[in-house]
């Protein structure tokens, strides 16, 4: 059983959708979201990443910064860029990208089923990444960060949402830089919305967390804190809904900035321990599980993980856990990859040519190329009570922060 709930969004008037709409607070560094939101007062980066309108070399977990993003939410409030529903709502998002269209369905989560494990996870949290949000949440008073939640399609969901979507015009439907579409419903008929809340709490049905442990994490550990003055909206966190025949998971690859000490042909020795070796003249995309490219010295290679290499458990038959118990681990003595500062993680969305310029320039020594996990894989991981390791998915289209934003008081 999942419980959701309508609430009333925070969103921008219609003609400033395309403006306020921005990339997730967590995909672009303070440098790269001050020149995003250039020339733009509208931009939501200046509540999510609110450090570009403080001087340079702020510390961006200070508490100015959260009380910036406080002074310009309500400064967007203020000038009438956004506007609070009059009524709980639900709301249907559909991104196109390339010609693939993804639809959910906007609505708020219970803090009591992620807390109880109903709202399933496959990734561990980093505190100091959860204490972000949580002051950021807590200043505002707003969830602005959506958590992205899969779900196994429910047929009488998927019939409701195409016939709101045919029948009805969407408040929101603009393009915005990076080629995506956006088109936002607003579902305001009780009976409507009475059903989807019915639907959703059949006993069978779960949802798991595909993008987004952080925020969900933070939203949780800001509701605990309130226990003693908790607010009725709290109680729930902002969430979108996909069915999973619709999601689409893209490679997440790894870039490590030496080889620990060896020379490229020892480096290449040990390789040849775990894995078949073999040249290639272009760039490797693995088509296949336990078939992974590598970048080292100019050139690609194609690495095949030899038989008995990987176990075939839900965890253990993972590339990215054959790459790090053969590889990352035992020869490059990278042990936990959530901590070291010698490997960095490069979504697929940036390709394999960010591969190449990353050790092309000297800043990474070697690069790998993973093959996707499968919305299955991480079903059943989350369905086993264990979780992946760290960096293993990564979801495009992304859902747009400030297109509806949750306050929570």
Same mark, same amino acid.
């Given at each position: 059983m999942a419980i959701i709930a309508p609430f009333k969004a925070l969103r921008p008037q219609a003609q400033y959708a395309r403006q306020v709409a921005s990339k997730p @607070? $967590?995909?672009l560094n303070s440098k790269e979201a001050k020149v995003e939101a250039q020339g733009n007062p509208n931009s939501f980066l200046h509540v999510t990443k609110s450090e570009i309108d403080l001087p340079e070399g702020t510390d961006i977990h200070s508490a100015e910064v959260y009380a910036k993003a406080k002074e310009n939410l309500y400064a967007f409030l203020q000038r009438e860029v956004v506007f609070q529903e009059a009524k709980p709502c639900y709301y249907i998002y559909q991104l196109v990208m390339n010609g693939r269209s993804q639809t959910g369905l906007v609505c708020v989560s219970s803090i009591q089923d992620y807390t109880t494990g109903q709202i399933k996870k496959h990734e561990l949290t980093r505190p100091e990444k959860e204490l972000d949000r949580i002051n950021h949440i807590k200043t505002? *008073?707003?969830?602005? *960060?959506? !958590?992205?939640? /899969? @779900?196994?399609? =429910?047929?009488?969901?998927?019939?409701? !949402?195409?016939?709101? +979507? %045919?029948?009805?015009?969407? !408040? @929101?439907d603009f393009e915005a830089d990076d080629q995506v579409r956006h088109t936002v419903w607003v579902i305001n008929d009780e009976p409507v919305i009475a059903q989807i809340t019915a639907l959703f709490g059949q006993? %069978? =049905?779960?949802? @798991? +967390?595909? $993008? *987004?442990?952080?925020?969900? /994490? %933070?939203?949780?550990k800001v509701r605990s804190e309130l226990s003693t003055t908790p607010t009725e909206a709290s109680a729930y966190f902002l969430t979108t809904l996909f069915p999973s025949s619709q999601l689409h998971i893209m490679d997440y690859n790894r870039v490590v900035k030496d080889l620990n000490g060896l020379s490229e042909a020892a480096f290449l020795e040990r390789l040849g321990e775990s894995f078949t070796i073999t040249p290639s003249t272009s760039a490797v995309a693995p088509g296949f599980l336990h078939e992974f490219g590598m970048y080292l010295g100019g050139k690609w290679y194609t690495l095949q993980a030899k038989p008995g290499t990987y176990k075939n458990d839900p965890i253990g038959v993972l590339d990215v856990t054959v790459l790090q118990e053969r590889l990352l681990a035992p020869i490059l003595g990278i042990d936990d990859p959530r901590t070291n500062t010698r490997i960095d993680f490069v979504g697929g969305i940036r390709g394999l040519g960010e591969l190449e310029s990353r050790v092309n320039s000297g800043e990474m020594a070697v690069a790998f190329s993973l093959h996707p996990v499968t919305i299955e894989q991480l079903? $059943?991981? /989350? $369905? %086993?009570?264990? !979780?992946?390791?760290?960096?293993?998915?990564?979801f495009e289209p992304k859902l747009r922060d400030g297109l509806l934003t949750h306050l929570i008081y």
């Open positions: @607070y $967590d995909v505002t *008073g707003a969830q602005t *960060g959506n !958590v992205f939640l /899969a @779900y196994r399609d =429910i047929p009488a969901v998927s019939h409701l !949402v195409g016939k709101w +979507i %045919s029948e009805k015009t969407p !408040v @929101y006993p %069978s =049905i779960c949802t @798991y +967390i595909a $993008d *987004g442990h952080h925020r969900a /994490a %933070s939203a949780a079903f $059943d991981i /989350a $369905d %086993s009570g264990q !979780v992946m390791p760290p960096k293993s998915t990564w």
